[in-house]
């Protein structure tokens, strides 16, 4: 049972234009929501997050929306950079006892900024 | 660098036996949290533990099991291995029960199963 659905495995952009990873969920009771981007060999980085209480945070570059009727969150980046070429999971967090951080994530989808 | 350190980066072993994976949490992080990720998928949530204590489970087997020392690290004991338990074995830390500042986790950079 998939909760967090990444329907886009891959996502080709040029350098200097937008990119849009789309981020679909099932289960009403997540709380939290948050996009990670992981480079080869690497470890997941956290880019970005957002409470179920806002539809919109912005930090830099990165801006992530949340339409909680649709159950769907997307990440933008504006403009996209050869760096930002990684893969970029969405993960939601199911409220547990005593507040304890529970991520489900996505399956990922690989960002290429071509230059 | 995250600050979280795993070891062994790489493991190769044979079905049914056993490993165990360690994990070095950030300076002064009290949360530990152990995931899996295999081929294609997204990263499954396997166990939680705050200052020594399991917080929250997820879909960890039986045949698996965690636990987390008075120095804060943790351990991940792997035992009687399938060939679908090869996978990238995350561990991630952070300073609360309920993640950093902004509600996240500091991953480690995994650690590579493979069972022959």
């Known amino acids: 049972d998939q909760q967090v659905k990444q329907n886009s495995p891959s996502l080709s952009v040029q350098e200097g234009r937008i990119s849009i990873l789309n981020c679909d969920y099932t289960?009403?009771?997540?709380?939290?929501f948050l996009w990670y981007k992981k480079y080869p060999a690497e470890g997941p980085t956290f880019l970005i997050s957002?409470?179920?209480?806002?539809d919109k945070n912005e930090d830099g570059r990165f801006t992530v929306f949340l339409n909680k009727s649709a159950k769907h969150l997307s990440l933008h980046i504006v403009p996209s950079q050869p760096g930002d070429s990684a893969v970029y999971f969405c993960?939601?967090?199911?409220?547990?006892?005593?507040?304890?951080?529970?991520?489900?994530f996505g399956s990922g989808t690989q960002l290429t900024v071509l230059p | 660098d995250s600050g979280v350190t795993q070891t062994p980066k790489h493991l190769i072993t044979a079905t049914g036996q056993r490993v165990t994976l360690r994990c070095s949490p950030r300076?002064?992080?009290?949360?530990v949290y152990w995931y899996q990720q295999s081929l294609d998928q997204g990263l499954q949530f396997l166990i939680q533990?705050?200052?020594?204590?399991?917080?929250a489970k997820g879909n960890i087997l039986e045949r698996f099991s965690a636990q987390q020392f008075p120095d804060l690290h943790s351990e991940l004991n792997l035992s009687s291995l399938e060939l679908g338990d090869s996978a990238l074995y995350f561990c991630?830390?952070?300073?609360?029960?309920?993640?950093?500042?902004?509600?996240?986790?500091?991953f480690g950079e995994g650690s590579r199963l493979t069972v022959l």
């Open positions: 991630a830390s952070s300073s609360t029960l309920a993640g950093g500042k902004r509600g996240e986790l500091f």
């Open positions: 289960n009403s009771m997540f709380d939290y």
């Open positions: 957002i409470s179920s209480i806002k």
């Open positions: 993960a939601a967090n199911k409220p547990s006892s005593g507040s304890a951080r529970q991520l489900t």
């Open positions: 300076s002064g992080d009290l949360s």
């Open positions: 533990y705050y200052n020594g204590e399991e917080r």
